[in-house]
């Protein structure tokens, strides 16, 4: 194994990786949401994040493709509209003294439940666990840890920044914060909803 070779896999992984952490969807809105009470939900939330995803980069690696027929998507993506409207909802209601308690169940229902997320595994993810397969388990293992890096570095600064508005500029960055988070949920999960009984008509 060179190390060169090596070193440039990891940095496509991080860049990749980013690409896809970076854009808004529903587990950047959910950060958004409880990190304006708790600094500490990116970390909560990337950990519940990566209780779903690192099985399926385990099954990945091992038994080459994880089959999901396009009928199971499109149950996952209908009841992730529905989760994401709701969690919209409980957004709504709550109140700037009152921290959200989720933390890594939002992670994992964000995760689990959102179509995109599995899709984005079985093609891009999946290109890189190929590649990483010629450097063995170590390869694995570097994979794991870059992605993971991206994942938890992101969604704990997403959350830190939410919480630090909150403080510094009160009332009006919680209200505008949490019409971002509900905006984005509420988007998706029509989205979701709609991909979803679409396939299955």
Wanted: proline letters at 2%.
């Amino acid at each position: 194994m060179e190390l060169a070779q090596f070193i440039f896999f990891i940095l496509t992984v991080i860049l990749i990786s980013l690409s896809g952490v970076l854009a808004p969807g529903p587990l950047f809105a959910a950060t958004i949401a409880e990190g304006k009470t708790n600094r500490f939900a990116g970390f909560l939330i990337a950990l519940g994040h990566a209780i779903v995803e690192i099985p399926i980069i385990f099954a990945l690696f091992f038994f080459g493709v994880v089959i999901a027929t396009n009928f199971i998507k499109s149950i996952v993506g209908l009841l992730g509209g529905f989760v994401l409207i709701y969690m919209a909802y409980l957004e709504l209601k709550s109140k700037k003294d009152v921290k959200p308690a989720r933390g890594i169940i939002t992670g994992i229902l964000m995760s689990s439940l959102n179509p995109y997320f599995i899709i984005w595994w079985l093609t891009i993810g999946f290109k890189l666990i190929m590649d990483s397969i010629a450097f063995g388990l170590v390869g694995l293992v570097g994979f794991i840890i870059a992605h993971e890096f991206c994942d938890f570095s992101w969604l704990e600064f997403v959350a830190y920044s939410s919480n630090k508005s909150t403080e510094v500029w009160g009332e009006k960055a919680f209200k505008a914060l949490t019409a971002i988070s509900v905006t984005i949920l509420v988007f998706f999960g029509i989205y979701f909803i709609y991909t979803g009984f679409t396939s299955l008509l």
